[in-house]
């Protein structure tokens, strides 16, 4: 691809579909940054200041979230956008020419309408390898009619359906160097698939459930997980990916009061995750199976303490539990995390859908009683 102040010129292919022609190139973030726009939807006001009902524009507004999530993940070692940015120009700024398939367009400033990949553009504006190249696959319509472009850009939004984050915490399994994902992933299978784990058969390892006694998703437990172990997720698999070949590579381990915070962290990074980590896990659940054994075993419509409610405050508290032992990177033994529960008051008939509501409401209230029964400060 070529580059300079009056045009931008790559390679590019002609493609002939029933909407159309489309012309399919690769062209630089930064340029693509330059001539692009969102024509964002608005409502327009009327010279009389009263609203009209009529909108303007196909565009949603861009979310400063997600163009922060995704400037992270561009300088991840991996990143990568295999799907076309698509956007319309006027054929006024467009020259292609069929022998060579060379299109060139003016470098102006807001000359094309993105379609779709307004976020991913945005995100790019955050790319710091300026010395690199980040090109993006752009599918390009010359002279498009409005009614055809918001076709399009409907088309794409309403058929786009999203992946179960339990598959995609699944698929760290194939991963080749180490992340807390990958520890999520394989604490949440060791678990689940050991007899006489008191998770045993409980983890909906790809989101669905085979029996009736899986009632925690794989995506539940490992962002339950997760938190304890580490504040940036893919900037701590980046680093393993990127050092994957040196064996001495090691992320520095954290102190007080983020130790407080992420009290499996120093585990984590210690290369014990599978291991220790799951024991201390396994140890908190078996406190919890005895203490309750029929609330946590059996599954019942308007039960909520072996299903999402429950576990997730089960695991907020199990921050209180682990810490009040004041043995971060020990593990805590079964008839240690006993002790937390043996003076509880609450009974097997109190983990209901009524007392508990689903939900975060529910979660808080059941939160809060677990760390009060327990004198826990």
Not at 96 to 105: A, H, L, N, Q
Not at 263 to 288: G, K, S
Not at 302 to 314: M, Q, Y
Request: proline content about 2%; aromatic content about 10%.
């Amino acid at each position: 691809m070529e580059n300079n102040r009056q045009k931008i010129t790559f390679k590019c292919l002609e493609v002939l579909q029933p909407i159309g022609v489309m012309y399919v190139g690769a062209m630089d973030c930064s340029d693509l940054e330059t001539i692009t726009y969102a024509d964002v939807r608005r409502l327009e006001i009327g010279k009389d200041n009263r609203e009209i009902e009529d909108y303007i524009g196909i565009q949603r507004h861009l979310d400063p979230r997600r163009e922060k999530e995704i400037g992270k993940y561009v300088n991840l070692v991996d990143a990568t956008f295999p799907n076309s940015i698509i956007i319309s120009v006027s054929s006024e700024f467009v020259k292609y020419d069929k022998e060579t398939s060379i299109m060139e367009i003016d470098f102006k400033d807001d000359i094309a309408k993105v379609l779709d990949g307004q976020h991913r553009i945005a995100g790019l504006r955050h790319y710091e390898k300026a010395a690199s190249t980040f090109q993006l696959v752009v599918s390009i319509y010359l002279d498009m009619e409005l009614e055809d472009q918001a076709i399009v850009f409907s088309t794409i939004n309403k058929e786009q359906k999203s992946v179960s984050n339990s598959l995609v915490a699944d698929l760290f399994a194939f991963a080749e160097s180490r992340s807390p994902q990958k520890t999520g992933h394989n604490i949440a299978r060791a678990l689940s698939k050991k007899e006489g784990s008191p998770l045993y058969n409980k983890i909906k390892i790809l989101g669905k459930a085979e029996t009736l006694s899986q009632t925690i998703t794989q995506d539940t437990f490992v962002k339950s997980l997760l938190v304890y172990i580490t504040n940036d997720k893919q900037s701590d698999r980046d680093f393993y990916k990127r050092n994957k070949n040196d064996k001495k590579a090691k992320l520095p381990y954290v102190h007080e009061k983020e130790l407080k915070r992420h009290f499996l962290r120093n585990l984590f990074i210690d290369d014990f995750d599978d291991i220790q980590i799951a024991q201390i896990i396994w140890n908190y659940f078996y406190a919890v199976q005895q203490k309750w054994p029929n609330a946590w075993n059996e599954t019942k419509n308007d039960s909520i303490l072996n299903k999402s409610t429950g576990f997730i405050a089960l695991m907020k508290f199990f921050k209180d539990a682990y810490l009040s032992f004041d043995k971060i990177g020990k593990v805590i033994t079964k008839d240690e995390f006993k002790t937390i529960f043996d003076n509880m008051e609450l009974t097997e008939e109190d983990f209901n859908t009524t007392k508990y509501v689903p939900g975060g409401m529910g979660i808080s209230n059941l939160y809060k009683d677990l760390k009060t029964q327990s004198g826990i400060i």
